[in-house]
């Protein structure tokens, strides 16, 4: 790692005098670094939120009985704790932070498309948050349903449901802007030369996550305005009571969440891809293969929704297709994984935290997609079916997969967001305590779920209670690591070493440009001349 | 978007023309209610707002000028759409 100094006769971006001062200067502006930083500053405040939530859930679960909380607040803890995470955090979460700051550069642009639609989504990103939190504090409780708000119990809680679902709402056209102004730019503003099987595998995910933003987000929409509907103006779409049909319900959320699911893991696998032939210092193995395989999950993720479904009463043939459908999507992930163990076959490997968190993420991703394929079978299911082992499945996947892509991602490009670098011992030390921790929170529950403990029930019988503990301690173990992660970010933003660009040595485009970019990122567009990862 | 500076005069009588065809498939989705088509009652609704929408992006939305990425995307759009239904009705035809 060469850690000599930037040339200092330039004006980065986050020096550069605009219209407004202060923090204006921030939330006005239509430039797609600082709205990156914006998106990351929110999503990891929301996420501390969610994280101190989940382990209030675990304190509750450290014994059998109450602990420290009744059930009443259980069940809108894990409602609050899911519908942050999901809806506010992991759904915009890489797209919205490192697609925003890194997009253009990497496709040699000087900002997205559309700057102010940009700007527009990350307010509607604030006001949706806003709305969907305000149900904290308005009488009536916080909504106890679960993120996933199922008919007909979310229209007959007395709980404030409507700010909720208003939220998600709203959220949802700040994930269709976002999406909208991805596929316009890397359509239009690509470099010349830089052809699509040119394309770095980062903006690549971008792109297939984008189409899934666009074309799934907006049967939510339609879905929460006909909860809206249904609970203000007693038309019966779900409730059985009015003639309608629960199953309904479930299958217009999961047509939107499953595919989300492909929206937060796409782009964490396009971050993946492009960490590890970095630090590899050695091309990707099988490009194409990758770049298919993530339009293929992309494509085949809009038709798996049911497999959340198989014990709701669908109808046997649905059933079998689901079943089928969810293998098959399983087949383009798997390549992904060869690919990246490929690369790394007879590599020079560059031992440093972002590496750490990307070889983590092939671990725990492989334990989550694995465990997919027992919920996947239809047999299997029905015995795990809303037990524990589909909480330690999900969080294998989602916060494993896209919370270590996402901390690996920020690790790789914080020398080049910041012009600065973090200590890496202390980056390595806080990555072990949390993928330590990690495990020892979430491996347990596959036992538990195998042995029969429901997910979101505050109470257990005493043969639960020792893995509980084990779980307990584990997310302890895991918020050191957090604490230690983010510490050592904000010291590293502060006060870190000056850096140079191209800290670890890496070939596509943003590595080229000054550590912090300027406004416009190049002096001159670059011709492209040569594929992304064209080391050796 | 060199095409987007290309004007294309569409005669009235062709607006007038889609119009009418918009206004006698509404007529025909509600006379549509009427008969009993047992399974077929959503697929039948479902059917003619399609072709609705379609007539209206094709010339209303000037998608007929368009080039033909646009054309593609739109068609695979409709698609998708489409096979998402399929496969919903996989559970409701065959409970």
């Not at chain 1, 189409?211 to 006909?226: D, E, H, K, N």
Request: charged share 10%; glycine share 8%.
């Amino acid at each position: 790692m060469s850690n000599q100094e930037t040339e200092t006769n330039y004006v980065s971006f986050r020096e550069e005098k605009g219209k407004y001062k202060g923090i204006l200067a921030w939330i006005f502006s239509t430039d797609h670094k600082r709205i990156g930083l914006l998106y990351l500053y929110s999503i990891v405040s929301f996420f501390i939120i969610g994280v101190g939530l989940g382990a209030a859930m675990k304190l509750e679960l450290l014994a059998p009985g109450k602990t420290i909380m009744d059930p009443a607040t259980y069940n809108a803890i894990f409602t609050l704790h899911g519908v942050i995470m999901i809806f506010l955090v992991v759904v915009p979460g890489l797209p919205a932070v490192f697609g925003n700051f890194f997009l253009p550069i990497m496709i040699g642009a000087k900002d997205v498309a559309f700057p102010k639609l940009n700007l527009l989504s990350w307010w509607v990103y604030v006001v949706g948050a806003l709305i969907a939190l305000s149900a904290l504090f308005m009488g009536g409780g916080p909504p106890d349903t679960g993120w996933t708000f199922y008919a007909p119990y979310s229209f007959k809680t007395n709980t404030n449901m409507l700010p909720a679902v208003l939220g998600a709402f709203v959220l949802g056209f700040s994930s269709i802007l976002t999406g909208i102004n991805f596929i316009v730019t890397i359509h239009r503003l690509r470099a010349p030369g830089m052809s699509w099987f040119r394309l770095p595998l980062f903006p690549w995910t971008l792109y297939g996550t984008a189409w899934i933003q666009i074309l799934a987000t907006p049967i939510v929409g339609i879905t929460l305005l006909m909860i809206v509907g249904e609970r203000l103006l007693n038309i019966g779409f779900f409730d059985p009571a009015l003639g309608g049909d629960p199953i309904l319900y479930q299958h217009l959320f999961w047509i939107y969440s499953h595919p989300a699911v492909y929206i937060m893991i796409l782009p964490a696998m396009g971050a993946i891809s492009e960490i590890i032939p970095t630090f590899a210092n050695k091309s990707i193995f099988g490009y194409k293969a990758i770049v298919i395989s993530t339009l293929a999950i992309a494509f085949v993720g809009y038709f798996v929704w049911g497999h959340h479904m198989f014990t709701s009463g669908m109808s046997g043939t649905a059933l079998y297709t689901f079943s089928f459908l969810t293998f098959l999507v399983a087949i383009p992930s798997a390549i992904k994984v060869f690919n990246w163990v490929g690369t790394l076959h007879k590599a020079s490997i560059q031992l440093e935290a972002p590496f750490f968190w990307a070889a983590s993420f092939l671990f725990v991703f492989m334990i989550g997609g694995l465990s997919g394929l027992a919920l996947g079978a239809l047999a299997t299911n029905v015995h795990l079916h809303d037990t524990a082992f589909v909480v330690a499945h999900f969080h294998f996947i989602v916060f494993g997969g896209v919370g270590f892509a996402f901390m690996g991602a920020i690790h790789y490009w914080f020398p080049k967001m910041y012009g600065r670098m973090y200590n890496t011992k202390v980056a390595t030390t806080g990555w072990l305590f949390f993928f330590i921790g990690f495990c020892t929170l979430y491996l347990p529950m596959f036992f538990l779920g195998i042995d029969g403990m429901p997910r979101r029930y505050y109470d257990y019988v005493e043969r639960f209670h020792g893995p509980n503990i084990v779980s307990t301690i584990g997310s302890w173990v895991m918020i050191i690591g957090l604490i230690i992660i983010i510490a050592n970010l904000i010291k590293g933003a502060y006060s870190g070493a000056k850096t140079s660009k191209n800290p670890w040595g890496g070939r596509t485009l943003e590595w080229e440009v000054d550590s912090p970019p300027t406004l416009e990122n190049f002096e001159e567009i670059p011709v492209i001349e040569r594929s992304p990862y064209d080391y050796r | 978007m060199e095409n987007h500076n290309d004007s294309h005069i569409v005669p009235f009588k062709t607006y007038g023309i889609i119009l009418a065809v918009l206004i006698v498939l509404t007529l025909i989705s509600v006379a549509v209610t009427q008969i009993d088509l047992a399974s077929l009652t959503v697929f039948t609704a479902i059917l003619l707002a399609s072709i609705k929408s379609g007539i209206v992006l094709v010339y209303f939305m000037h998608l007929k000028f368009d080039n033909l990425m646009m054309k593609i995307f739109v068609t695979a759009v409709f698609v998708l759409v489409a096979l998402v239904m399929v496969v919903t009705f996989l559970d409701y035809n065959y409970r």
